[in-house]
DNA sequence: AGGGTAATTGCAACCGGGTTGCATTACAAA
DNA sequence: TTTGTAATGCAACCCGGTTGCAATTACCCT
């Protein structure tokens, strides 16, 4: 994906494009797993840790990326389809691997419905699947 | 509860019983929500971080209890059923109250089944629905 | 182009949950 | 009572996440 493209993602969410979030959301539209701070960190030696982290805030506020809990302790972010406003509609599937440790997005996994109590509201909903992806199976 | 039917619980799961186990243990059983570690630090005064949280991980591996990642950052603990071997099949969906911050098991409400991608296989799943509880509804 | 303002970035330090090593104490078996 | 094992307490550490502040950069207006 290059510049003028990654520039248009980033206005469409009406986020001002700058060096450090072409190359972020860059790494984040190329990468097939979900991505955590640490590992932005690592990509990039040269940028900061605290600009990083304000990067994906921005990004996660403006609904360009959503962030995922996998359970292990570390946040990891992935980018929202386009017309995604994040709502329990737009909400899908994530995997963990407990194998190769990543976290994957199935976007066509929507989650399913579910009962609450009465009384209660519902305003989203996480899910996670723990288990072996079909790359690991395979190999 | 009583010491002698907390023991029993303990006995039950293969944990010897101490004092400090036994306290743990009916503040779990006893609260209506899931618990943390600095929740128990707040109520024991005396008692020390590394211990009640050897005494958390003791309990989670002998299945007295489980571990509920709610989102908040901070995992939460609350004592299973006396048959929960904590299989696919044994998992319920947990609810988090944006209003009073607290998490719940909802034991009624099991977690559905998820069609994955071929290649996928499956270990576990955890479900966290957020909202607001009946109880902050009411009030 | 130049000046002023707001936004972005970099640096450093901090916070809190989680975790570990090690010394001490309690307990149980011989 | 002695001896070995498990539980507890204390201190320190790790790491992800977060913030304050200063320095830099981008942008807009004239």
Known sequence: MNNRELDKKLSLRKIKPTAVRELVLKVLTEEKKAVSLSDLEHKFDYADKSTLYRTLKTFEEKKLIHS????????????????????????????YCTRCKQTFCLNEVS????NLPVGFSLESVTMVVKGVCSNCRKG
Request: negative net charge; charged residues 20%; glycine residues 6%.
């Open 68 to 95: 995922i809990d996998d359970g292990s302790g570390t946040l990891k972010y992935a980018v929202c389809h386009d017309s995604c406003e994040c709502n329990p509609n737009d909400l899908h599937v994530h995997f």
């Open 111 to 114: 989650i399913p419905t579910v």
